[in-house]
């Protein structure tokens, strides 16, 4: 896999109260492209952070309908990736890559 398809995988850190929580078992949530697969998220975290991934999990989120001021509307499809690390390893997703 090429480097720019690394930065097209791994789109972007999710900062949320649960997400947070797994840093306590080593994980690290990242939202992903819709067409990665788990090879390709371990690949490309490994590479853009340097450390070793131990596993991953993924799951894909539907849009959700909603309205706003009377208009329907949905929601963006979005893919979640879990990654677990190797005990040792540690990823900042406060700073930047």
């Known amino acids: 896999m090429t480097s720019l398809r690394h930065y097209d995988v791994i789109q972007s850190p999710v900062i949320t109260e649960k997400a947070t929580l797994g840093s306590e078992y080593n994980q690290v949530t990242f939202k992903v492209s819709l067409d990665a697969t788990k090879p390709e998220i371990k ?55």
């Open 43 to 97: 690949s490309a975290v490994e590479a853009l952070f340097d450390v070793k991934v131990k596993k991953v999990t993924t799951l894909r989120q539907q849009g959700k309908i909603k309205r706003f001021k009377g208009i329907q509307g949905k929601r963006a499809e979005y893919k979640k990736a879990t990654v677990t690390l190797v005990d040792g390893h540690s990823i900042d997703v406060t700073t930047g890559v």
